[in-house]
Each structure stands twice: as C-alpha cells, then as structure tokens.
C-alpha cells in the first residue's frame, strides 16, 4: 500500500523566515503526491501535486515543493512565512481512486 | 460559490439514531469521493463514485454506512444506528474526469458529526 509520513507534529517559525514542513513517502512504482492545507473550519484546499518532471513544484500563495527520489521524501516549502499560513497542513499520495494523507502537521507563524 | 457544497455543516445526534448528509459536487465533476476525518488524523478515505456507480469502497465502511450517487450528481451518505465512535467530520470531494492518477480532489467543508 502507498503511505506517506509526516514526522512533524507541529512547526514553528518566525515571519519571513523560512518555512519547511516534512514528508517523507513509501510507494510501488511512480509517486503521485500532493499538498493540501486545511485552515480552521474549513475544507482542505489543494497547494500543489508532483506528479513527474522537474522535482521543484510550484503551487499556491508562494508554496513549492521538493520531489527527492534517493531520500523518498516530497518537503513543502516557502522562502518567507506569513501569519496567515499558520494552519493544518497536510501530504498525500494517490493508490489508484484514493488519497492517503498523513496525518497532518500544524505551522504556527508567529509576528 | 461553485466549490463543493456540504449540508448540514454540523449534526448532533443520539445514538441508534440515523443520519443523512448530502454533498453536491463542482457541477462538470464526474469523480466524487466521501472521507472521514477525525481530531488530530488526517482525512481516510470511505468511498468513491464514477459518474452514479460507486466503484471503490473501504473496509471502513461497514455495513451501517451507505453512500448513493443516484443521478451522477449530488451524491449522500447514510449513517445508520449511530454509535459514538462515528463522531468525525465528513469530507466529500470531487474531481474531474482524466487520468484519476493526477487531477487532484477539490474538497468541500465538511459535515461535522457528534453522536451524544
């Protein structure tokens, strides 16, 4: 079965510091993952998908992700953190119709 | 608002009480999907419906739940004798047709349940 892992809890930065959230995938064959973020009472919204090509992904509100094949790991990431990306975020790979997430890890953006 | 439309967005029940939510899709979606999401977890997958068949199913959905998708658009979800350990939010997402591998899932609100 596809999985993913996120080792993170929780993360904390400062604005405008770098934001780095982890995951780490186990799959067969070709990796389909994807990024969605969930902000309080409300749905998840998708960042971005890797799905082939160039490991660097570019997606939402500034988000990009890294595809890394010999560390099987796909890190969301943003140059300079805003308050408003404090939430829920969440990785996911696709196995056939389904999405399996992770189980999420919280970014708090401090001022 | 043409995003995917969850009703009611909260529901207190009783338990041995039955439930019903509805979710209609983004209108030119034909792939439509049911998670569960409980405190601290990421979202799991329940169900999925290509166009009204539903073709995928989990074995977390046991035989109390029942998902329909009569008409291939608006689709529900039945809970039936409620038990506690159903409290959770209700995702429903929906996708557009093509490679299924790649397009990703556009999720609605959910429906919030608690069973007392």
């Known amino acids: 079965a596809q999985s993913v892992a996120q080792p993170e809890d929780q993360v904390n930065v400062a604005e405008g510091n770098p934001l780095t959230v982890k995951c780490t995938y186990s799959?067969?064959?070709?990796?389909?993952l994807f990024w969605y973020v969930q902000y309080p009472n409300r749905g998840l919204q998708f960042l971005l998908k890797?799905?082939?090509?160039?490991?660097l992904v570019k997606g939402s509100y500034g988000f990009e992700a890294e595809f890394n094949k010999s560390q099987t790991s796909f890190h969301l990431k943003k140059p300079s953190a805003l308050v408003s990306d404090s939430a829920l975020y969440f990785c996911?790979?696709?196995?056939?119709?389904?999405?399996?997430f992770g189980a999420g890890t919280t970014v708090t953006v401090r001022a | 608002d043409t995003g995917v439309s969850q009703d009611p967005r909260h529901k207190i029940t009783k338990r041995g009480q039955n439930v019903t939510f509805r979710c209609d899709p983004i209108?030119?979606?034909?792939?439509l999907y049911w998670y569960r999401q409980t405190l601290g977890q990421g979202p799991e997958f329940l169900t999925y419906?290509?166009?009204?068949?539903?073709?995928?199913k989990s074995r977390l959905l046991s035989d109390r739940f029942s998902a329909e998708r009569p008409k291939g658009s608006f689709s529900t979800l039945e809970i039936q004798r409620t038990e506690q350990g159903d409290s959770a939010m209700y995702l429903c997402?929906?996708?557009?047709?093509?490679?299924?591998?790649?397009?990703?899932?556009?999720f609605g609100q959910g429906t919030r349940l608690t069973v007392v």
């Open positions: 996911a790979v696709r196995e056939r119709y389904k999405l399996s």
């Open positions: 419906f290509q166009n009204e068949a539903q073709l995928e």
């Open positions: 890797y799905i082939t090509g160039d490991n």
């Open positions: 799959v067969s064959g070709n990796p389909y």
């Open positions: 209108s030119e979606h034909n792939r």
């Open positions: 997402a929906s996708s557009p047709s093509g490679s299924v591998m790649n397009t990703e899932a556009f």
